[in-house]
């Protein structure tokens, strides 16, 4: 009976473990999209208040950070999904270059829109890992 729990008790070990990488990269990636979002935002305020330096900072602080997520994209794993991402923040990175050249808000709306919803997808990620895991095996 004692064998029969610390197995168990090792799997759930093991259970735990596999997970916390995927877990810390998922906290990641949605850390840089609250930034992200906070960089667009702050890139639109500096647009209202005609703030030149302030914009540009902003921007690029987004274009960095977009450029962040472009680079931990698994294309081994991801496959398509990571292609069609990588070609949105490509053309994220393009609008945000024009937006800020041309003086354009409408180029953070956008982009906006845009990274709010991979955001939103992102946000599920967790309960979809959880349903998972929860899954009983097949004895």
């Not at 950070?65 to 994209?73: E, H, P, T």
């Not at 490509?90 to 808000?105: H, Q, S, T």
Request: proline letters at 2%; a neutral charge.
């Amino acid at each position: 009976m004692a064998y029969n729990t610390r197995g168990a008790n090792a799997y759930r070990n093991v259970n735990v473990s596999s997970a916390v990488p995927y877990a810390d990269s998922i906290q990641l990636i949605q850390m840089l999209f609250d930034g992200l979002m906070t960089s667009l935002a702050d890139a639109e305020g500096h647009f209202a208040r005609n703030d030149i330096k302030g914009k540009s900072d902003s921007i690029g602080r987004a274009t960095k950070i977009i450029i962040g997520l472009q680079s931990a994209l698994d294309f081994e794993k991801g496959q398509e999904l990571a292609t069609n991402l990588s070609e949105l923040y490509d053309y994220c990175v393009r609008r945000l270059l024009k937006a800020n050249i041309r003086n354009d808000v409408s180029g953070i709306h956008e982009v906006k829109g845009l990274m709010s919803e991979i955001k939103g997808a992102w946000a599920l990620v967790p309960q979809l890992l959880d349903r998972n895991t929860s899954v009983p095996l097949a004895s």
